[in-house]
């Protein structure tokens, strides 16, 4: 089946130490997008990427940093240097749709980060 | 600037119909997104509209005028399972979602 992984659902980890966290999607999608999102917000963007080897910041890229070495992997590490890092963070994908010209992003299932 | 406003909570009674509101004031526009988004899972697709109009899915409809800049979620039949956080989402430049805070829907029986 086609889609986006992220693992793990949940993740702990200890003030000062930097996550990765992995965003995997079988789906051949150009762009791939991660998100945050607080409790009771919407959603953020962090950084999106529109093709491979190429990047852009988000809104709130303070802390975190990502690369893209292949179309279908878009990992985003949470860096000691993010204040408040606790939240559940989606990734997303997405590809122009030739017959409906919708841009439609595909999320994956999240990762709820917990740090102490 | 770049805003998109929606009501924090709405409730409503199963089977009945429901409309969520949003205005949006975003840059490049290309359209506006509507996902459905249960606790604690990632969202859903309900909707696009790019163009000015009503669009019908099912029991899902939804509503956009660019000269506005506003579009609502039209939700009839209500199910205890439409509980739920609404997002309207404007698409900008370079495919980026810009998202609303959501609207919790609160169906009861």
């Known amino acids: 089946d086609g889609g986006i992984t992220q693992s793990p659902k949940y993740l702990f980890r200890k003030e000062g130490q930097n996550v990765t966290l992995s965003c995997e999607q079988n789906?051949?999608?150009?762009?791939m997008y991660w998100y945050r999102q607080d409790p009771g917000q919407g959603l953020r963007l962090i950084y999106y990427s529109q093709i491979v080897n190429d990047f852009q910041k988000g809104d709130i890229a303070e802390g975190y940093s990502v690369s893209r070495e292949k179309k279908e992997s878009f990992p985003l590490t949470v860096t000691s240097a993010q204040k408040n890092p606790t939240a559940f963070y989606l990734c997303a994908s997405s590809n122009r749709e030739r017959t409906s010209g919708s841009y439609e992003q595909y999320f994956g299932p999240g990762t709820r980060l917990t740090v102490t | 600037g770049q805003n998109i406003d929606q009501p924090t909570e709405m409730t409503a009674t199963e089977g009945a119909i429901v409309q969520i509101n949003c205005t949006y004031q975003t840059s490049g526009f290309n359209g506006l997104f509507w996902y459905q988004q249960h606790a604690g899972e990632a969202p859903t697709f309900l909707s696009y509209n790019v163009l000015d109009g009503l669009e019908e899915k099912g029991r899902f409809s939804s509503f956009l005028s660019r000269s506005k800049g506003y579009s609502y979620l039209l939700l009839k039949e209500l199910q205890m399972k439409d509980s739920a956080s609404y997002l309207c989402?404007?698409?900008?430049?370079?495919?980026?979602?810009?998202f609303g805070a959501g609207t919790r829907l609160a169906v009861h029986p």
């Open positions: 789906l051949n999608h150009d762009a």
């Open positions: 989402a404007s698409l900008g430049g370079y495919n980026k979602l810009i």
